[in-house]
Antibody, heavy 119, light 106 residues
Framework: EVQLVETGGTLMQPGGSLRLSCAVS????????LSWVRQAPGKGLEWVSV???????YYAESVQGRFTVSKDHFKSTVYLQMSSLRVDDTAVYYC??????????????WGQGTLVTVS | DTQLIQSPSTLSASIGDRVSITCRAS??????LAWYQQKPGKAPKLLIY???KLETGVPSRFSGSGSGTDFTLTIRSLQPDDLATYYC?????????FGGGTKVEI
């Protein structure tokens, strides 16, 4: 069974740094494309970043230069390192798998999300 | 970057109604469009990809159509479990984007 579990969300002050984790089971990260998507309270979905199976990364313009996505195959975990946090980074952050085992792709498995509040 | 505009933003309907949601892209995305359903407090769920292909386990009352810049999600006979917010998403470039969402309510 495929499971994605995000952790690390918390209350942060503007300008701070935070690392989110997405623990993945039922998948081999060496073969998968994993993405981060966020949702501000009461708002719509916003794509944040993707990390390829081979390690390449892409980011939304709104987080480019401030967020970094990485992964640890041995821990089967994907990370989102967030720095220079702003109030408008407040959101539930989801990690999700690319359905097509490539990029770009729709996202078929999602975690439950973790809330980051910047205030 | 490609922008997606959904309409309406809110849709009021009755159980058993046929419901349609529109998604318009700022440029052609050929057939690289997906639809998601999100219920309050839950993660989005993939319903349809490549415009019209139903994800495994999705009821057949859901269907998708369109190409180029104009797309539609249709629910043939609205059920109580379908009350949710629906999002379109394009995947024709390395940078994805979602539509603003359509809330379906009674």
């Amino acid at each position: 069974e495929v499971q994605l579990v995000e952790t690390g969300g918390t209350l942060m002050q503007p300008g701070g740094s935070l690392r989110l984790s997405c623990a993945v089971s039922g998948l081999n990260l060496r073969d998968e494309y994993l993405s981060w998507v966020r949702q501000a309270p009461g708002k719509g979905l916003e794509w944040v970043s993707v990390i390829y199976a081979g390690g390449a990364t892409y980011y939304a313009e709104s987080v480019q230069g401030r967020f970094t996505v990485s992964k640890d195959h041995f821990k089967s975990t994907v990370y989102l390192q967030m720095s220079s946090l702003r109030v408008d980074d407040t959101a539930v952050y989801y990690c999700a798998r690319a359905r097509h085992n490539g990029w770009p792709s729709p996202l078929d498995y999602w975690g439950q999300g973790t809330l980051v509040t910047v205030s | 970057d490609t922008q997606l505009i959904q309409s309406p933003s809110t849709l009021s309907a009755s159980i058993g109604d046929r419901v349609s949601i529109t998604c318009r892209a700022s440029q052609s995305i050929t057939t690289w469009l997906a639809w998601y359903q999100q219920k309050p407090g839950k993660a989005p769920k993939l319903l349809i990809y490549q415009v019209s292909k139903l994800e495994t386990g999705v009821p057949s009352r859901f269907s998708g159509s369109g190409s180029g810049t104009d797309f539609t999600l249709t629910i043939r006979s609205l059920q109580p479990d379908d009350l949710a917010t629906y999002y379109c998403q394009h995947y024709n470039s390395n940078v994805l984007s979602f539509g603003g969402g359509t809330k379906v309510e009674i």
